[in-house]
């Protein structure tokens, strides 16, 4: 079955500190993978996306993901947080085709130590 | 930029009232979808639609319906809105490559 699997539900880092965000999921084809962040009372915003070419993929606001197929991975990393990146962030994984239906994790609420 | 736009951002309706969502984009995207959010359970889909007139089911679409009656628009209808459906419902639109543009969401209270 194709699933994406969050598996921290919440996490607290302190200002400046790394960050990591774990994402794992399981899929037929070859993935299209998905981080998206979502802000208190907002919709979602897309980080960053991956299809294929190099494994490590940048994107908006610092963010990086690496994808490792031999793992069936993509963690989201951040090598420094700041207090405004308390969010909700959503991995997702679908299809590189049109009428895509992305699998959406369960998220992960990030929460910034001061 | 895409722009997707939903009629409103808070909605208070009572038990057994007809309920529309309104969904518009931008950007002439062929696909919309319709999510409700709920704590712990992510984002479940609804339905979608991948044309005009078109619409499939999603994983969760008992006792809702939808309408797209013109490419830019995309219709969420609680044909009686009932306390279970109490959620944040989030609008979305993709082109062909699949990446999703999601509306600020509704946040729905039935009473």
């Known amino acids: 079955a194709q699933s994406v699997t969050q598996p921290d539900i919440h996490i607290t880092v302190s200002e400046g500190a790394s960050l990591e965000l774990r994402c794992n999921y399981s899929y037929g084809a070859t993935p299209y993978l998905f981080w998206y962040v979502q802000s208190p009372g907002q919709g979602l915003q897309l980080l960053l996306k991956?299809?294929?070419?190099?494994?490590l993929v940048q994107g908006i606001k610092g963010f990086e993901a690496e994808f490792k197929r031999s793992q069936s991975s993509f963690n989201l990393r951040k090598p420094s947080v700041h207090w405004s990146d308390a969010a909700e962030y959503f991995c997702a994984v679908g299809p590189y085709s049109s009428a895509s239906k992305i699998i959406f994790g369960s998220g992960t609420r990030l929460s910034i130590r001061p | 930029d895409v722009k997707v736009t939903q009629s409103s951002r808070y909605l208070v309706k009572r038990t057994g009232e007809k309920v529309f969502l309104e969904c518009v984009q931008d950007?002439?995207?062929?696909?919309m979808f319709w999510y409700r959010q709920d704590p712990g359970l992510g984002l479940r889909l609804i339905y979608f639609?991948?044309?005009?007139?078109?619409?499939e089911k999603g994983d969760i679409p008992e006792g809702y319906s939808v309408s797209r009656e013109k490419k830019e628009r995309f219709s969420l209808i609680l044909e009686s809105a009932s306390t279970n459906q109490t959620s944040m419902y989030l609008c979305a639109s993709s082109s062909r490559t699949g990446e999703q543009f999601f509306g600020p969401g509704t946040r729905l209270t039935v009473l």
């Open positions: 991956y299809f294929s070419g190099d494994t």
């Open positions: 639609s991948y044309d005009v007139k078109m619409k």
């Open positions: 950007m002439d995207h062929e696909n």
